[in-house]
């Protein structure tokens, strides 16, 4: 090989050389900015899922949100905002007051037992009944300064219970006693009114709710939210002197047996309304 030719493959070589080694740089290059980039969205989306996380907790919950609602009285109510619940006759001369938490199992063991026996009274116009509905085992997350089992099941039933008292007073009496049923009521420590599908599964045994699109409706779309809260403040800042369910007031007075508790079975009712009525 002559030296030009030579010359002329070295020169070739490293030509070759400087080109790949251009490639090379190049290649490195966009591995770097790729790198960068990926780094970047990976930090975008850290700091964006953290910022997600801290909204998501100061975001106020359901029904802390509802507290600010307006709100939206069920029909067959009257006074402020809906919130006398009144049934019976209106010629009955004297109102019994019930103060009951439909998550309570007191409440539902007196309403198995003595519920029959306040229809009766209500059907002859003995008395009518005044329902005042407290919220107290969810818990104190409203400030009512009453510690229970914690959850939302009383504050959903008792919405649940609007949608019916805006169907009629009928549907509403016999919704909550498909509610304190052996059937339907929980344990204490379970949230089952909770969820609409299940009082939804409840007022289904109701003839007047069953199928009900109205009813449904204002469940789902929590229509009567914020009066259920508005009736819980009702219950904690009654001033009848009650602290727990059931209670039973009539004329201001507290019923109770003779000995100081709870009219729990139907002999007990009798003889402490019986009293009241005459008194």
């Known amino acids: 090989m002559s030296k030009r030719n030579n010359q002329a493959a070295k020169t070739a070589a490293r030509e070759r050389l400087r080109i790949e080694r251009e490639r090379e740089a190049k290649r490195a290059k966009v591995k770097r900015q790729v790198v960068v980039a990926c780094s970047l969205v990976a930090v975008l989306a850290a700091a964006g899922g953290i910022g997600y996380a801290v909204v998501q907790a100061n975001k106020p919950s359901q029904w802390e949100a509802v507290k ?55 059907a002859a116009g003995k008395y009518k009944v005044q329902y005042i509905g407290g919220t107290f085992i969810d818990g104190d997350s409203l400030g009512s300064g009453k510690i229970g089992s914690g959850g939302e099941g009383s504050k959903s039933a008792m919405s649940a219970m609007g949608a019916a008292l805006n169907v009629s007073p009928d549907a509403f009496m016999k919704y909550k006693t498909a509610l304190y049923s052996t059937k339907f009521h929980p344990e204490e420590s379970q949230d089952k009114f909770k969820d609409d599908a299940y009082l939804i599964k409840v007022a289904d045994t109701v003839p007047e709710l069953k199928g009900n699109a109205t009813f449904r409706n204002a469940l789902k779309k929590g229509t009567y939210d914020a009066w259920a809260l508005a009736m819980s403040k009702t219950f904690d800042t009654n001033k009848d002197g009650v602290t727990g369910t059931p209670s039973f007031v009539m004329d201001g007075k507290i019923l109770k047996t003779a000995q100081g508790s709870q009219p729990m079975t139907v002999p007990d009712f009798n003889q402490v309304v019986g009293a009241a009525l005459k008194g």
């Open 68 to 122: 600010s609602d307006k709100i939206v009285a069920p029909a067959n109510t009257s006074g402020k905002d809906g919130l006398t619940v009144l049934v019976g006759k209106d010629s009955a001369k004297k109102t019994l007051k019930m103060y009951e938490d439909p998550r309570c199992p007191v409440c539902a063991a007196f309403e198995q037992a003595v519920g029959t026996t306040v229809e009766k009274d209500l």
